[in-house]
C-alpha cells in the first residue's frame, strides 16, 4: 500500500479504474461495430455499382444514416447510426447481415439468459444478475422482457418440435440425458437430447423432449416421434453412455443401427471403481484401447488391462467387458470421423455449464420453462457447431462401402486384411 494511501482510498481508485477500463472495451466495440457496418454497406454498393437506370444514373446509393439505435451487449449498450442504402430496384432491398432491423441485443445475451435461468435466477432476480455482469447498462433487460423472451421461446419450441423430417437423413446420432432440479417437482428432470450429423457434416439438435429418469419408454416416446414425422431412413450410428434407456429403445425403433459407448463415460465409470493411485496409470491403458490405429492393436490393449488389473479391481473390470462388444464400433468406419464418435461430446461440452446439478434451487419454477431454456441454449450453440472432419467421407457411408481400421475396404485393402 502507498504511504498516506487508507484502503478505502485504494478501493476507490481500483473501481474507478475498472469503470474506465469497461469504458473503453465498450467504446471500442462501439466504434467497432460503426466500422463493419460502414464497411458492409460501401461493399454492396460498390457490387453494384455498375447498375444503371436509362437515364445512366446508379441505382444503389447510399442514402445517409439512420437514427441512433442502441444494442445492449456483453460489452454494454453500444450507441450506433446504421448507414442507409437506396437501392431503386422492386426486386431488391438492402438487409445488414451483422446488425439486422429487429436486433436490440446481441445474440449471446439470448444464450446467456437460458443458461442462467438454468442456473437457478429466476425472472424476478435477472436485472440484477445481468447488471452484475454487463453493468448498469443492462437495468434496461427488465423481468417483463425476459418473460416475454420466455413466451416467444416456448412457441419457438413447439413450432420445432412438429417440424417436418422427411427430407432429413443422419449418419450419426449422440444421445444424452441432461438433468435439473425444478423447485415445483419433486422428481428430478431429465432432459432427453439427440445431436445428428447431416450427409454434408452439419450436426444439428434433432431431438429434445422431457423425459423420465432416462427410461427406455421415454426415450421410444422420442424416436417414435421423430418417425411420425418423416425420420424413416436410421442413422448408421449411435452415441451415447451405457446406462441409458435409449439403446433398449433404438433396438427396437432402429435396430440395423450401430451402437457405439461413449469413451469418456466409460473411462470415468472404470476409474470409479478403482483406487486413486492406481486411476493415471489406469487411465492410459484405457486411453491405448480408443486411440489405437487399429482394432486388433485396440483389443490387444483391452487383453492387457484385464490381465493387470482383473485380478485385484474385478469391478473396475467387469464395467470394461459388459461393453466389449459395443466400444469399438467406430473402428468400422471412416478415421476422420473417429474424435467425433468415440464420445458423446456434442452434448457434453454444449451443456457443461448447466448439467448434473446437485441442489434444489428457486429458479427453475417448472419443467416447462426448463425445456423451453435448454432448447434455446441449445439452438443458440447450434449456430457455433463445426461440421465432421472428412464429412466427404459420408457419401460413401451411405453408399454402403465398408470402411476397416478407418480405411475404405478396396481390393487391396481386402487382400492385406487377408
Known sequence: MTKGTCPSTESRIAEESRFDLDEIVRLGAQRMLQAALEAEVAEYIERHQEVLDSGGKRVVTRNGRSRERSILSGAGRLQVQQPRVHDRRSDHHFSSAILPSYMRRTPSLDNLIPALYLKGVSTGQFPEALEAILGPDAAGLSANTVTRLKQQWEDDYKVWATRDLSKKRYVYLWADGIHFNVRLEEERTCMLVIIGTLKDGRKELVGLIDGYRESKISWQDLL??????????????????????????????????CEQRCWVHKTANILDKMPKGVQPRAKQRIHDMYLAETKQEALKAYDEFIALYGAKYPRACNCLIEDKDVLFQFYDFPAEHWQHIRTTNPIESTFATVRHRTRRTKGCGTRTATLTMTYKMAMEAEKHWRRINGYEMIIKIFQGIKFVDGLEVTRETEEKVA
Do not use: M
Open 224 to 257: 417414435r416421434g421423430l418417425k411420425a414425422r418423416g425420420l424413416k431412413k436410421a442413422p448408421k450410428l449411435a452415441v451415447g453412455d451405457g446406462a441409458l434407456g435409449f439403446w433398449a429403445a433404438l433396438r427396437e425403433e432402429f435396430p440395423e443401427t
